[in-house]
């Protein structure tokens, strides 16, 4: 494929069941991610995953000494597959008709917390990590990233990868990760048993918040570690879709 041919040389790996040196910059932005649903207001925390996710995409980029202009970042990162306003304005309507029963399920609640911190993480976990590999291969180049098709390309085989492959085993790994989070056991004792009245408005963050994320980014990249052979396989998946390019419309 000309495509292929035209990009740069793949960087080597020192080993094949090895997770790449980038790997901790992606579990960092995996925790903030999977952080930003514990924003307290509709639309901003969005937009905090949406910055997270582009600042992630910058600094793969920038490591792997490539420029980072603004429209391929934002494909890269997802930014163009937004939801709809009017799929913004139901899950707010949904968070207002169940905030006057949420202190009646207040186990329940946090299970739903936990499961959308883990979504986040995992949807930027695997997106990093392919994205990663993507530029080992030399899959981009700054000739490609002046351009849309070549990141719609790299993004499209991206999200084919994931979908066809079981995440339970890395979800179960951020779950575990985000349950015993001190930050979310705080938010969810704010939420839950706090008068509002005493405590009103979004809070402000500690400072001890970047030490947390560090610790968390660290405590996954550690268990990842053990799932060598599931990223191992998600290559696989990512180089096959690449290869045979997006599926024909109508069929």
């Known amino acids: 494929m000309s495509y292929e041919r035209g990009m740069t040389e793949p960087k080597p790996r020192s080993s094949a069941n090895s997770l790449p ?5 992606v579990a960092f932005h995996s925790v903030a991610s999977g952080l930003t649903p514990l924003i307290p207001v509709p639309f901003l925390d969005d937009y905090a ?6 600042n992630m995409v910058r600094a793969l980029l920038k490591e792997h000494g490539l420029p980072a202009p603004d429209p391929a970042v934002s494909v890269l990162a997802g930014s163009h597959v937004t939801a709809s306003l ?3 304005l139901m899950g707010f309507l949904k968070g207002l008709v169940l905030l006057p029963v949420r202190k009646l399920f207040r ?7 936990v499961k959308d911190c883990v ?23 700054a000739r490609a990233l002046e351009g849309r098709e070549v990141p719609l390309k790299i993004h499209d085989a991206i999200t084919a990868a994931c979908a066809e492959l ?27 048993f706090k008068n509002p009245k005493e405590n009103p408005g979004p809070r402000t963050p500690g400072q001890d918040e970047g030490a947390e ?9 550690a268990a990842l570690w053990e799932e060598r052979g599931y990223f191992t396989a998600l290559e696989a998946h990512y180089d096959k879709h690449l290869k045979a390019g997006p599926a024909p419309s109508g069929s």
């Open 166 to 192: 079981d995440s339970r085993p890395i979800n179960q790994i951020l779950r575990r990760l985000f349950a015993s989070s001190r930050l979310l056991m705080a938010e969810a004792t704010r939420a839950f």
């Open 213 to 221: 994320v560090k610790s968390l980014s660290d405590r996954l990249l």
């Open 21 to 25: 040196p980038s790997m901790g910059r």
């Open 86 to 88: 009017g799929g913004h």
């Open 107 to 113: 186990k329940a609640f946090f299970v739903l917390w």
């Open 49 to 54: 995953l949406k910055q997270v996710r582009e």
């Open 119 to 141: 979504d986040m993480a995992s949807l930027s976990l695997h997106h990093g990590y392919l994205l990663n590999h993507a530029m080992d291969r030399g899959d981009l180049d």
